[in-house]
């Protein structure tokens, strides 16, 4: 069972609508610096990584109108858009969470950024948060 528990967070994501300018307010604020920019394109987002402590900060913007991201935005505006969590194994993780009863979105783990493995549970069998479970 440990295999398929959270070991950490992995990052607090947030959608925005300028990614650039987000960059730069957490640049300017809190002196953190991008040490990963993405194109996800089975997504449709850019995101970019701010290093905090062994975790990050992930600044999503949508690169096409029909993504989730931009679907959230419309819907919500900007912010807290998920929380990732680490586990060791993301396919026993997965399999816990359905085992449970729980919703999912991906049926299976995919590839996520940063060559990470992902799969997302789905904000309503989660207290209203959409989950990301990375494996690295």
């Known amino acids: 069972m440990a295999a398929a528990g959270l070991t950490e967070i992995d990052h607090i994501a947030i959608a925005v609508r300028d990614l650039d300018s987000a960059v730069d307010y957490y640049r300017k604020t809190y002196g953190v610096e991008p040490v990963h920019r993405e194109v996800v394109e089975k997504d449709g987002v850019e995101e970019v990584l701010l290093k905090v402590a062994d ?3 992930q600044l999503l913007t ?4 029909d993504s989730p991201v931009a679907k959230y935005l419309e819907k919500r505006g ?4 998920h929380v990732g969590y680490r586990v060791d194994d993301c396919a026993a993780a997965l399999a816990r969470v359905k085992a449970e009863g729980h919703q999912v979105i991906d049926d299976a783990p995919r590839p996520g950024s940063r060559g990470t493995t992902v799969a997302f549970v789905h904000p309503k069998t989660a207290f209203g948060t959409l989950i990301e479970l990375v494996e690295e």
């Open 62 to 65: 949508p690169v096409r109108d």
């Open 78 to 81: 900007e912010g807290l858009h």
């Open 55 to 57: 975790s990050y900060i």
